[in-house]
Antibody, heavy 122, light 110 residues
Framework: EVQLVESGGGVVQPGGSLRLSCAAS????????MAWVRQTPGKGLEWVSG????????NYADSVKGRFTISRDISKNTLYLEMNNLRAEDTAIYYC???????????????WGKGATVTVSS | QSALTQPRSVSGSLGQSVTISCTAT?????????VSWYQHSPGKAHKLIAY???KRPSGVSDRFSGSRSGSTASLTISGLQAEDEADYFC??????????FGGGTKLTVL
């Protein structure tokens, strides 16, 4: 079964850092565009970042640009989200998701993980 | 970037049909024909139930159908079942691995 499992969430002080991981199984992330999406009770779902299937293209929401970095390790079949200079408004459940199409443009996310909770608080 | 507006809640009785709307408030879904719908229940992963407005992924019940009329995408659930009670989100592709989402609709099955 195609599956994504996030880890690395936790409680961090404002200005701190965290790295989220997203372990993929039953498919190769080298063949699929991937994305990070977050959800808060107040703001709903918000796209955070995406990466092309070949890892060349990346994009970020304005709210995280310059602070978050998306990357991947093909050998571990794992996607990452490095989060620096965290703010209270980054508190959310973070989900990773994969594109529907193999080597596609990343326009439809078909499989999501169950999420990792990040809390930014002093 | 366009915003997507969904009703906060809808309800329907067992066996009935309900339709959830998703209206693009400015540009017509960002100029792309990639609108998806997701079902989310507590403790479960978001499930793709429709994409490119009206396509259905394999394994999804044909009780779920997506459509589009102008700047409004819709999800219709027919023959409501208790397990359909969940939150439903619409999502539009904005290009360059970017997406924007509707605020979500809570479906209550009476």
């Amino acid at each position: 079964e195609v599956q994504l499992v996030e880890s690395g969430g936790g409680v961090v002080q404002p200005g701190g850092s965290l790295r989220l991981s997203c372990a993929a199984s039953e498919f190769a992330i080298s063949d699929y565009a991937m994305a990070w999406v977050r959800q808060t009770p107040g703001k709903g779902l918000e796209w955070v970042s995406g990466i092309s299937y070949n890892g060349v293209g990346t994009n970020y929401a304005d709210s995280v640009k310059g602070r978050f970095t998306i990357s991947r390790d093909i050998s571990k079949n794992t996607l990452y989200l490095e989060m620096n200079n965290l703010r209270a408004e980054d508190t959310a459940i973070y989900y990773c998701a994969k594109d529907l199409g193999r080597r596609g443009r990343g326009a439809t996310m078909d499989v999501w993980g169950k999420g990792a909770t990040v809390t930014v608080s002093s | 970037q366009s915003a997507l507006t969904q009703p906060r809640s809808v309800s329907g009785s067992l066996g009935q049909s309900v339709t959830i709307s998703c209206t693009a408030t400015s540009s017509d879904f960002g100029g792309y024909n990639f609108v998806s719908w997701y079902q989310h229940s507590p403790g479960k992963a978001h499930k793709l139930i429709a994409y490119e407005f009206n396509k259905r992924p394999s394994g999804v019940s044909d009780r779920f159908s997506g459509s589009r009329s102008g700047s409004t995408a819709s999800l219709t659930i027919s023959g409501l079942q208790a397990e359909d009670e969940a939150d439903y989100f619409c999502c539009s592709y904005a290009g360059n691995y970017d997406f924007f989402f509707g605020g979500g609709t809570k479906l209550t099955v009476l």
